[in-house]
């Protein structure tokens, strides 16, 4: 089906989300709609798919005028929709959940009886009866679920428990529940901010098969690489308005020019590091994880000051418990020196004192607190010390006061320092962390996916900020799961495969050998026989973390640190 | 003192972002993002039509008054009659039904704030104390449940559900009157004796929750409920127990009176007067106050309340935060108990606790967790018990004083409704007063 936007606009009191935008998708067309955070994409899906109204412009489906009212009417016209949070029950299984709101129903019966002579015959509830009161037709259910499942290659198995699922395959059951209600216009919602390098690619494996059956596919998300790897057109909105239509091989630079309206340095760029001593000496450490098993097992590595140390991995592999172990938030044997200093047995509040800058994973829960305003997040973990408080009793008017700098220093968009955090944008928000976190004086810094979901913009600035504080002699670690992230800012690059460190690499390894890693094809203790790389590969890997060490040459280097 | 706020470097993307996050999640609060430069009036306005949580509990106040009026009317054979030919007298019977139910509230008000025969008494030549009899009894009643409700609050405040205010009322309870008549003490000395007694003693209660959930991650609803009533037995028991609290050759659940050295005194000359012990608890609220706006205590109370997680990511003892709650809230509880038992009752009977204990949930709720509010929300329960004292009195029995327990119950469940109030007045919908977080709380 063709789907065509004219002229829709969507005013929120003053502003303007969208500003007459006209769009076109052909039949079997994925189109890629990018553009920063608060650039209006998500309000223009709402109004396509009936949940908002526009003030101005309508939706034509195959050159005729459509009223979309309602999500129920987008579902009636061939519109569906996979939000960024999905919309499962967990505690159903795959086909319940598919079915749900349209679910298959049979004629409610009860079977025929003979008992002797006695012939009950089959009572069955009126036909006209059934739309209230049916038999759920599971099999009905189950087997449309396999049979998308094995035309689309989902490979979803429908009797299997929702919660049980990882990420990725839940947001492709979400994907059949639209397509079993007939959808042939897809909108995928950031689809890709909840998934790992590899659960990408098996999306976009099925975008392409739906989009060679004849479905349209309108992709949202900010992600220049992934933009342009899967999408046949781009249309670039920035501010509400329709910026640019570019084919799929524009240059990142252009692209990201176009989203942020002006022009982006898309790597850092930065000089090469001056290392000092060591910062941060991790020793053996081993971390429970939550069924009771080792989520990291035995991890050694140190971090210099004046370095950044990037932990590479595919999420999952220990990287969550690794961060929260070294900030004392999971207990762990095992030793931690912060500057020749053992903190393994310190509380967390100890060791933010040590001179440890956190930046968590995830910002809107461990990062964050929603309801408290900006002033009171940028004091967040800082709040007991001078001049916040004195003693027991607290500083407001100094809060208020750094706020304001900090606000300013790391240009946070907030309408005031008492504007609740809840109510930034994913990037200010992280923003208000990096500022926290950042703004004093540290030995260490470990960020833990420091710029998911943040747009282009915001991903520079947090960038530059992080090489900033390598430059002034921070030892930083930075934990990412995104390639991108991992080469534009480590010095060496540490890769962690199930609990395990399984290679310490160069920064300049190239990606495949890189992916290689992550994917755990070498692990430590199998690396003379590596099937996947080749033998020098591994050797190198083993020897360059006191080679990079040696470049800066501060004298041979103790191999090992004695860790009574 | 600089009161501009920080002006953003391009306020447009700010509002974007902030739609984008979805209208859903916009904070509703218009009084620390409103720019100080901006007119009242319009601020005013602004809070009406989109209901901030103050008008929300206004006009639930309102609204339960109205459904109050219908049961008021239902429980007057009179104006029942008058209805039964609404059609052949429909004046009659809705004059009726106005005299009903102005009459009630009428007498209500005048039973709980301000009677205006008094002062025209007073005027010619009358007493001038009797005008404020009616708010000294208010404030009497509405004592303890101020100090139950700080209780609740607090604990809410770090997000934790305290059901448990009875039990530690109890826990106070038993303290005091233990060392008000077991001891004798010097005047002052012994009323402040009394009071740190009963903190304490609740406030051991409390600290137990707040250590079993910080050790053992009990759930502090469920062992407070339980904890209740275990303390109720208690009290039966040393009640019922020569040589405990028993009073000496008694049969009945009571203990003795407390020595007249630990009773509260009373502040203003002869009666009516204000209770030191509604000063105890104005004086609480203004403490709790402090503490959650402007200690680091405070600070990381309200911080475990709102996200554990990060909480303990920035470095806050979230266990340590439970116990001390607990422990205060446990306190306040206690301190309730001291002002029935020294101010108003001098002595503990088995049904002392009365409904003090679910009335702090209740006051908590409508004074949204923050201390002014639960002052405010006691002082009205407290004119509402008062009024309906006064009102079955006037109406010689035949609008029940129960009819105050209906408003009560009628309000929180307005003010924990605010869709249905914002139905019922039109008002626009916009997202939080600050209750849903409340609602979220019973269970989290």
Request: hydrophobic share 45%; with cysteine; charged share 15%.
């Amino acid at each position: 089906m063709k789907l065509e936007l004219r002229g829709i606009t969507k005013r929120f009191g003053s502003l303007v989300a969208n500003d007459h935008i006209d769009m076109v998708v052909q039949p079997g067309e994925i189109r890629a709609l990018l553009g920063e955070n608060g650039a209006g994409k998500t309000t223009l899906m709402n109004v396509l798919y009936g949940l908002l109204q526009p003030d101005e412009g309508e939706i034509l489906i195959d050159d005729r005028p459509v009223h979309i009212r309602s999500p129920k009417d987008a579902i009636g016209a061939g519109v569906g929709m996979v939000h960024q949070h999905f919309m499962l029950v967990p505690v159903f299984t795959v086909a319940e959940n598919v079915t749900l709101g349209a679910e298959p129903i049979s004629r409610l019966a009860l079977p025929g009886l003979t008992v002797g002579s006695l012939h009950v015959p089959r009572l069955s509830l009126p036909a006209a009866a059934t739309s209230w009161l049916g038999m759920l037709d599971r099999r009905r259910a189950r087997a449309s679920v396999r049979e998308l499942s094995e035309r689309f290659g989902f490979r979803v198995d429908p009797d299997a428990f929702v919660e049980d699922l990882p990420v990725g395959v839940q947001q492709r059951v979400e994907i059949i529940k639209a397509l079993l209600r007939d959808a042939s216009i897809l909108v995928l919602d950031e689809p890709t901010a909840v998934l790992t390098p590899g659960e990408t690619e098996d999306l976009f494996a099925i975008m392409r098969q739906l989009r060679d059956s004849g479905h349209s596919i309108i992709f949202i998300s900010h992600k220049l690489r992934e933009v342009q790897a899967i999408a046949d057109n781009i249309t670039v909105i920035r501010r509400g308005k329709v910026v640019a239509e570019r084919p799929p091989d524009t240059s990142d630079a252009e692209l990201a020019a176009l989203m942020v309206g002006r022009s982006v340095q898309l790597r850092v760029s930065k000089a090469a590091a001056s290392l000092a001593g060591v910062a941060l000496d991790v020793r053996d450490l081993s971390v429970p994880g939550e069924h009771g098993d080792l989520a990291v097992r035995s991890i050694s590595f140190d971090v210099r000051r004046g370095e950044i140390l990037g932990i590479a991995g595919v999420q999952g592999n220990g990287q969550t418990e690794l961060c929260e172990a070294l900030m004392g938030l999971r207990p762990a044997t095992g030793s931690v020196l912060l500057d020749g200093q053992d903190i393994s047995a310190a509380t967390t509040k100890e060791r933010l004192h040590a001179g440890i800058g956190y930046i968590p994973e995830d910002r809107q829960e461990d990062g964050l607190v929603a309801g408290f305003t900006v002033a009171d997040n940028l004091v967040l973990d800082v709040y007991d010390r001078p001049p916040y408080a004195a003693g027991i009793a607290m500083k407001p008017e100094a809060i208020r006061k750094a706020a304001v700098e900090l606000v300013g220093d790391y240009d946070v968009r907030t309408s005031s320092v008492l504007t609740l955090a809840g109510t930034l944008s994913g990037g200010n928000q992280q923003k208000v962390i990096v500022a926290r976190e950042l703004s004093r004086p540290n030995k260490l810094l470990l960020a833990s996916q420091p710029t998911r979901g943040l747009d282009v913009g915001s991903i520079e600035f947090v960038h530059s900020e992080i090489v900033k504080q390598r430059d002034q002699g921070v030892a930083v670690v930075i934990v990412s799961s995104e390639l991108d992230e991992i080469y534009a800012l480590s010095d060496r690059i540490a890769v962690i495969y199930e609990g395990k460190i399984v290679g310490i690499c160069p920064p300049d390894i190239p990606e495949h050998e890189l992916g290689l890693l992550m994917a755990g094809a070498a692990t430590a203790d199998a690396q003379g026989d590596s099937t996947g790389l080749r033998p020098p590969a591994a050797e190198e890997l083993l020897q360059t973390a006191p080679l990079v060490a040696d470049e800066a040459g501060p004298g041979p280097r103790v191999e090992e640190l004695p860790s009574e | 003192m600089s009161e501009t706020p920080v002006a953003a470097p391009d306020p447009v993307p700010a509002a974007a972002d902030a739609v984008a996050a979805g209208p859903g999640q916009r904070g509703d609060s218009p009084g620390p993002a409103t720019p100080r430069g901006r007119l009242t009036g319009a601020v005013l306005i602004q809070a009406i039509t989109q209901g901030s949580s103050a008008v929300i509990t206004i006009l639930a106040i309102f609204l339960a008054l109205v459904v109050g009026g219908v049961l008021i009317v239902f429980s007057d054979p009179v104006v029942t009659r008058a209805w039964s030919s609404l059609f052949t007298h429909p004046g009659y019977a809705l004059g009726q039904t106005w005299d009903a139910v102005s009459f009630a509230y009428t007498q209500m008000f005048e039973g709980a704030i301000l009677n205006p025969s008094t002062v025209s008494a007073a005027l010619h030549g009358g007493s001038v104390a009797a005008i404020f009899y009616p708010l000294s009894s208010t404030c009497a009643q509405a004592t303890p449940l101020i100090l139950t409700g700080l209780s609740v609050a607090i604990a809410f405040r770090a997000g934790l559900f305290n059901i448990g205010a009875a039990g530690q009322w109890v826990g106070g309870a038993v303290v005091a009157t233990w060392l008000g008549f077991g001891v004798s003490l010097p005047p002052v000395i012994h009323v402040i004796v009394c009071l740190i007694g009963a903190f304490v003693g609740g406030g051991v209660i409390g600290w137990f929750v707040g250590l079993l959930k910080a050790r053992t991650g009990a759930h502090e609803v469920i062992v407070t409920i339980m904890l209740n009533y275990v303390m109720y037995d208690l009290l039966s028991y040393l009640l019922s127990h020569q040589g405990m609290l028993q009073k000496p050759k008694q049969t009945n659940q009571i203990a003795p009176f407390i020595a007249s050295n630990a009773n509260l005194p009373h502040v203003g000359g002869p009666p009516p007067q204000v209770g030191i012990g509604f000063l105890i608890a104005v004086a609480a609220a203004l403490g709790v106050a402090w503490l959650l706006s402007r200690t680091t205590t405070g600070f990381e109370f309200r911080t475990v309340g709102a996200s554990p997680s990060a909480a303990r990511t920035g470095g806050i003892n979230v266990e340590r935060s439970w116990v001390l709650v607990m422990l205060l809230a446990g306190g306040l509880a206690g301190l309730s108990a001291a002002t029935v038992i020294q101010g108003t009752n001098t002595q503990l009977t088995f049904n002392s606790y009365g409904t003090y204990g679910p009335d702090g949930i209740t006051v908590a709720l409508l004074g949204r967790a923050k201390p002014i509010g639960v002052v405010l929300a006691g002082l009205l329960f407290g004119a509402l018990h008062v009024g309906g004292t006064y009102v079955e009195a006037a109406t010689l029995g035949q609008v029940p004083a129960n009819i105050v327990q209906v408003l009560e119950g009628l309000i929180v469940l307005f003010v924990a409704a605010p869709a249905l109030i914002r139905a019922t007045f039109r008002l626009r919908a916009t997202a939080g007063t600050g209750m849903e977080a409340v609602a979220k709380g019973w269970n989290a």
